[in-house]
């Protein structure tokens, strides 16, 4: 069993609030994406939604390249190293968006959020893998907590184990890597200079998917994008999202989670979906249930015993209770 560390407890806990508001950030997203989608969609006859997501991806991004690029002082942070890291960072984060978009077709938002929330014990195991020893074990009890929490705040998910499953399967597996690849390469250069790359990257290679998914939908065309991007029902969506889910949120995140051990970092992470579903009640998506009560409490659970189990577990060997001698 791998020893717990001792990081700065100053640092670990204003990473922790830095992680917090990323997750509230990514928890409107999903209002965001949510409406630009059904405000593209409405433009088509047939289904659009590839074509949606690859022109919704490519501005989000784009944009969020253009406004990060324009500070001279993160521009100036952008050497080999930040594209290195830009690239492995971005490729990380397309890939698990694109199995999360094309798995969304084929599962239940429930089954989607428990599968996608899959991503915690992914990140454990896999740093349990690299580092050859197993997580601590509050961490460890405090991922399982996080990922039943995710997966039952929007009710319990039904399985089917069909392609669409194994696809946000996929896209867990690889958010896993996101957040394990963003631990190493954010130690090893600047963070801003690889956010920025990061946001050429994921842009660019948006870009390149856009005339793959227009020649995938029969009922799209390149001019009907175009009135998709101009119409406020999208871009004011979209610019939330870039500005605040993408420039803001993936700053904290590159810039606060290199202070965390990993898997602590996933379990933060793992509370976006309490936003996700408080922001849909706001907007009038979705019906309060008891199952958004038990899924939040497993999530605060979950992160009160991965932040205060090595703590008492520390206190515990260092002063032990007195032995009770006959």
């Known amino acids: 069993m791998q020893a717990p560390s001792s990081p700065d407890p100053h640092r670990s806990r204003r990473a922790i609030l830095a992680l917090v508001v990323v997750t509230v950030l990514w928890g409107f997203t999903f209002v965001w994406m949510k409406q630009a989608s059904d405000a593209g969609q409405a433009a088509f006859t047939g289904d659009a939604h590839l074509a949606i997501v690859a022109l919704f991806m490519t501005l989000r991004f784009g944009l969020a390249a253009a406004v990060l690029g324009a500070v001279p002082s993160v521009r100036a942070r952008l050497d080999a190293q930040a594209?290195?890291?830009g690239l492995w960072i971005g490729l990380a984060l397309l890939v698990g968006f694109l199995l999360q978009m094309v798995g969304l077709q084929g599962v239940s938002p429930a089954v989607s959020a428990f599968l996608t929330s899959l991503y915690v014990l992914f990140t454990a195991l896999i740093s349990a893998l690299r580092r050859r020893a197993l997580p601590h074990p509050a961490l460890f009890l405090?991922?399982?907590?996080?990922?039943?929490g995710a997966a039952f705040i929007g009710g319990p998910p039904h399985l089917n184990f069909d392609l669409g499953e194994w696809?946000?399967?996929?896209?867990a597996f690889v958010f896993?890597?996101?957040?394990?690849?963003t631990d190493t390469w954010t130690k090893r250069c600047d963070p801003m200079g690889a956010t920025?790359?990061?946001?050429?990257?994921v842009a660019a290679s948006s870009l390149a998917l856009l005339p793959i998914a227009i020649h995938l939908s029969p009922s799209?065309?390149?001019?009907?994008?175009?009135r998709v991007a101009q119409d406020p029902a999208f871009w004011v969506p979209m610019v939330l999202?870039?500005?605040?889910?993408?420039?803001?949120?993936l700053s904290l995140m590159n810039l606060f989670q290199r202070d965390l051990d990993p898997v602590r970092a996933a379990i933060v992470y793992a509370i976006e979906p309490v936003w996700a579903a408080l922001a849909g009640l706001w907007m009038g998506f979705?019906?309060?249930?008891?199952?958004?009560?038990?899924g939040g409490g497993a999530l605060l659970a979950g992160n009160l015993i991965a932040e205060l189990g090595p703590q008492l577990l520390r206190r515990c060997k260092a002063h032990p209770p007195p032995s009770t001698g006959a």
């Open 241 to 249: 999202s870039s500005l605040l889910a993408t420039v803001l949120a």
């Open 286 to 294: 979705d019906e309060p249930s008891d199952w958004l009560y038990f």
């Open 142 to 148: 405090g991922a399982l907590l996080a990922t039943v």
């Open 83 to 85: 594209w290195r890291a």
């Open 176 to 181: 896993a890597v996101h957040i394990l690849v």
């Open 196 to 201: 920025l790359a990061c946001f050429v990257v």
């Open 220 to 226: 799209v065309s390149a001019s009907g994008l175009c």
């Open 167 to 171: 696809l946000t399967v996929a896209c």
